[in-house]
């Protein structure tokens, strides 16, 4: 009796306190457990509101993240932390758009070269380009220039007579070829032909920005196959050689394939951007054995300064 006559003269302030108790609750579960979708707080804790949370960091992070660099390509997000990603038509679309600066080279005539590559003075090695030929493909070049200039390894044309260009840029057609520069302390050689119309040029990379595991592609002219391309990472950034008694510093050595005809085609990442330039193999067999080496793109960047006005 004295329980129900307290609660009709206090009925007001049980419910004030029942309306308080409630609020903190709520309050409580908000901030704490994330039941509205509030943000960690005392226990770290974030339930029903952990994804929605979890995508607005993430695409906060992804706004603040410069993707602009050479050899970087969109991110996808699995959790809080970025994981670098690459797709069948990022490798597509890196092709398309470098394939009509690739080029074939051939000669009249080619002696054979002597010796062989090898690494810290103890591997042998076979060069990529082929060394006996006569009135065949000697290697690949890329077009840096849309006047005609293209990059190629000085040893495809160290022997060669009445060198020729085979572009494909809209249709097949071959070139007369000048080496206007040869350094052999990098193994790089630059030719001129004259074109009826300015040509495709491929954009040049940054190497320096380069990290070892990122897919890579190789174009070129394997055998004489003409307009081959082949995928792989890069396995390291800056490997030492030893080729013909020559030492090659700071090679970068990549899986994907390289065989003879490959030498001086590009070695491209993911944003079409051309990275090195495909120079030679680990090859005890003659083929290709997914050790291959290619001289780091801003390695050429200098003599092509120098030689092109």
């Given at each position: ?32 457990l ?17 994804r ?33 990603t ?49 009135e065949?493909?000697?290697?690949s ?17 160290a ?12 249709s097949?057609m ?27 040029a491929?954009v ?106």
């Open positions: 009796m004295k329980i129900k006559e307290w609660l009709s003269k206090n009925i007001l302030w049980v419910l004030v306190a029942l309306v308080v108790i409630n609020f903190l609750i709520v309050y409580w579960g908000t901030v704490n994330g039941i509205y979708g509030g943000r960690d707080s005392l226990f770290g804790w974030n339930l029903l509101g952990r929605k949370l979890l995508l607005q960091e993430q695409a906060t992070a992804a706004e603040s993240t410069d993707l602009t660099n050479p050899g970087q390509r969109p991110v996808a997000a699995s959790s809080s932390n970025f994981v670098l690459c797709s069948d038509d990022d490798l597509a679309s890196a092709f398309a758009s470098v394939r009509p600066a690739v080029v074939n080279i051939t000669a009249d005539k080619a002696t054979p070269r002597r010796g062989g590559p090898a690494l810290a003075s103890t591997v042998a090695f076979d060069d990529p380009s082929i060394q006996f030929v006569e065949a493909s000697l290697g070049g890329v077009i840096i220039d849309r006047r005609g200039y293209i990059i190629t390894n000085a040893h495809v044309v022997s060669a007579v009445n060198v020729k260009v085979v572009t494909f840029s809209s097949r071959v070139y007369p070829a000048v080496i206007i520069r040869k350094d052999l302390e990098n193994d790089i050689a630059i030719l001129k032909i004259e074109p009826e119309s300015p040509l495709p491929a040049l990379g940054d190497s320096d920005m380069i990290k070892v595991a990122e897919s890579v592609l190789t174009i070129g002219s394997p055998f004489g196959l003409e307009q081959t391309v082949t995928a792989g990472i890069i396995s390291d950034d800056s490997r030492n050689l030893i080729i013909d008694n020559q030492t090659y510093e700071d090679m970068i050595q990549t899986d994907a394939a390289i065989n003879r005809g490959n030498s001086g085609g590009p070695l491209i990442n993911v944003s079409g951007e051309v990275i090195g330039i495909n120079t030679a193999i680990y090859a005890p067999t003659g083929v290709f054995t997914g050790v291959g080496f290619a001289i780091p793109i801003n390695k050429v960047k200098p003599i092509i300064k120098d030689t092109i006005r």
